[in-house]
């Protein structure tokens, strides 16, 4: 079979180069982002067949990453990685297909990523239906004190600030400034207890 695209998506340089050499070892083409907007570049630019997102990025977090993929992309692979988890399931709410803890020996995660890709794509559970909620993190204020979020669209991959209404803890719904497309969201605050590596 082609060599299987792989990308791999961190805040932290260290973490992409270490991961990204030995997932190469292996023989996989390996592309890297530092965060989420720029893994949506590289996703536009060519598909990947597996996206290894960290969790916990500023600008967008790994959490609405993998929303917005398993919506618009569903054919993709995807593997959360944090080392504000551990054990290897998938924290609840989290749209991926694997976790892999950060820090833990890399042939763990070469083993998920070859589990992936010598599947056969009529394996993939059908996605189409599962609505996630986008995952965002709460950004602050506007100049007019009140609290806002930025989301992305799922449609056209375009990103708005909306205010944020209702109660934070249920799923809102909005409508894209751009295309116009529904989209529904869920806030999570961003963790800033990551130990350094
Ligand atoms: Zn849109």
New binding site residues.
């Given amino acids: 079979m082609p060599q299987a695209k792989l990308l791999i998506t961190d805040d932290e340089a260290p973490v992409r180069t270490a991961l990204s050499a030995a997932l190469d070892e292996f023989g996989y083409e390996v592309r890297t982002a530092d965060h989420g907007f720029s893994a949506l570049a590289e996703i536009r630019r060519e598909l990947p067949d597996v996206i290894i997102a960290d969790l916990h990025m500023p600008g967008m977090s790994g959490f609405e990453l993998l929303s917005v993929v398993r919506r618009r992309f569903p054919a993709i692979w995807t593997i959360a990685m944090s080392g504000s988890f551990s054990g290897d399931s998938v924290p609840p709410g989290v749209a991926a297909d694997a976790f892999y803890e950060k820090g833990s020996h890399s042939g763990l995660l070469f083993r998920l990523v070859k589990a992936m890709t010598q599947s056969e794509r009529a394996a993939h559970p059908d996605r189409s239906t599962a609505l996630a909620p986008i995952w965002i993190p709460r950004n602050g204020h506007d100049p007019a004190g009140e609290p806002y979020v930025m989301i992305t ?6 990103s ?1 600030s909306q205010v944020l209404g209702g109660d934070p803890a249920t799923i809102q719904h909005a409508d ?6 529904p ?1 529904q969201y869920a806030i999570v605050q961003q963790q800033h207890c990551r130990a350094a590596a």
């Fill in positions: 669209c799922t449609e056209c991959l375009r708005f894209c400034v751009h295309c116009s497309s989209i």
